[in-house]
């Protein structure tokens, strides 16, 4: 077991009180699964989240969370990897609210992956064309942008 210590017991407090808001997920999402993938503790991490302004789509997005002994190995504690999969499926009748009907779209899901610098984010972009909602996800940074994608799309045409 590792263990941190601390010379005053208000900077243990304070240090766990921090880390905890940094990671907060920002986020409606819950969590239904999780993959261990090696023995460091290491996860795949799947939420769920329903659009907040479209009834009847859920989408699930997988990433990767890394574990402690991972984070003291590579010196980075704060930070997770980019990398994220997303699928989006009608789970009800689709009752389309009021949205962003530009193609920039408008952002419907948001967790951080480092305390600061990145955050896990996807988009909803409406395709009118083709009757179709399109969910990117996509890691946002302040620098360096990440070429990391994953999409998924739901129809909206109903025969």
């Not at 243990?12 to 023995?39: H, I, K």
């Amino acid at each position: 077991m590792i263990r941190l210590a601390f010379n005053c017991p208000t900077a243990g407090r304070w240090f766990a009180t921090c880390f905890s808001v940094f990671c907060a997920s920002t986020s409606a999402a819950e969590q239904v699964g999780n993959v261990d993938v090696d023995w460091l503790g290491n996860d795949i991490v799947i939420e769920a989240f329903a659009d907040p302004d479209v009834d009847g789509v859920t989408c699930h997005v997988a990433y990767f969370e890394r574990g402690l002994v991972d984070r003291l190995q590579k010196g980075n504690w704060f930070e997770d990897p980019s990398n994220a999969s997303i699928a989006c499926r009608q789970t009800g009748p689709i009752q389309v609210g009021e949205i962003d009907r530009s193609d920039e779209g408008e952002n419907v899901f948001s967790e951080r992956r480092s305390i600061i610098w990145k955050s896990l984010n996807v988009k909803r972009i409406l395709d009118s064309e083709n009757q179709t909602l399109i969910y990117i996800a996509h890691a946002r940074e302040v620098q360096n942008g990440s070429a990391k994608m994953s999409i998924s799309t739901v129809p909206l045409y109903q025969p």
